[in-house]
């Protein structure tokens, strides 16, 4: 069959290497000059710092320092590990920095000779349904129309920035960045910081800015802490000008530039709503969280988060591939449709925000080991859990330093099993 994959970041390099592997006609369709997805760093930034509205739109959304926050060991496809029997080296830490993962995601491409199968600066700008989804014309920004009997959405979720709306905002007279166009720290030196959100992209942020700033304001706790260089208060009720307004606990302050780390948006504005839609961060009617029950033919591989990515992106990969094969029997796509209903339904009915219902965190465990299954492939692994589980712990006991502290468990090698 012949597979079209959207994107060539992590979800599409394994993708592509999944459907290919098992015998189809691969192309990866990249709106950038390079693979990588998030990984591929830009030093620049867009002209709307919001990012809301860009002339330019830049992708990735790292910043310098950036390093990883989970071990390498983790976060490795489990058959290429992050060390010289795979795509880096034993010598790099841990928690490496960024362009690790990048040099590690460029070796994964030419070990698997997925490179040839690219077309760069090709935006795909539609995908629509042939023979009720039997088929799919993909158009790109390269005026290129093609058919394709799968499409593979791997575009990825972490570059259409989020804003939180605050009273008065607009009005604000200092620079507003969204997180999406933060790049370094020494920007903010001797500033008053207002950071907004308490998220993994927050608490990093925050510790390397308040190093340079003078004081760092950072909103969206429930309980006020002390005024100290980092200074934790709830979310404002309203900006003007120069302050930031709380009525709990009462007062004003005032600060330089406001930085919101408030999270990022699914987008996929390829796709016609009859397929998907968007409603509040949640990408439904997905079956698994990855195809539509009426459209088996195209699967979403990505969306989960709170996750420890790869592996759990090589796993959807393999099980939409199997679903397209016909080596796993979905039901119809009726049961498809209440399965998944009463999966969120039981879900919100549990406290969850709908926005939060791709956040997987401590169900992403059952979540691909029912894929596994699906699948016949091992479950994941004890040592995977048990890693999973120290580095998150070490994470909360340490947010700042837990990246060179060393973990009890030894670094694993995937191949060794
Ligand atoms: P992306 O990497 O976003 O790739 C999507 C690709 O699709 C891009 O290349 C994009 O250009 C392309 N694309 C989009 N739309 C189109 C279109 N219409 N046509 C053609 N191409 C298109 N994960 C970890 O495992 N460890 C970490 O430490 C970690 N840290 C992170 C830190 C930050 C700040 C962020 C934002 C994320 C972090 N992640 C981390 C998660 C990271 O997103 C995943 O690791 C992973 O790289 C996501 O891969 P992806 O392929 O789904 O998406």
Redesign the pocket.
Known sequence: MKVAV???????LVSGREFRDAGHDVRL????KRL????AYESQVEDDLLGLSPTTPI?S??YDN?R???PTDL?AFMDYPFDEDGGGRSDWPRYPPHSCVLTYLENFARNFELESLITFE???ESVESEQAGQSWRVSTSQGEIVHFDVVAV???H??KPRLLQIEGAEKFTGPRIHSHNYRRPDAFAGQRVAVIGTGA?GADIVQEVARHAKEVIWCGFEEPSPRRSVWCLPLPDRIDATHLYFTDPGQSVAVDSILYCTGYEYQMP?LDDALVQVQDNFVTPLYRDIVAPAWTRLGLI?LPFLV???PL?AMQAKWFAAVVDGRIQLPSADEMLALAQAEKQALRNAGVKQRHLHRLGERQEDYYNALARDCGEPLLPLWFSELAREAQESRQRNPAGFRDEPLSIPRHKPLAG
Not at 29 to 32: L, P, V
Request: glycine share 22%; charged share 5%.
């Open positions: 959207i994107g060539a970041g992590a979800a599409g369709f990249e709106q950038g990588g997805g998030i990984w992708y959304s790292i950036l990883t926050n989970l976060m090709s935006k795909v791997c575009n990825g972490f570059s992209s390829f990505g420890v990515p790869f992106y």
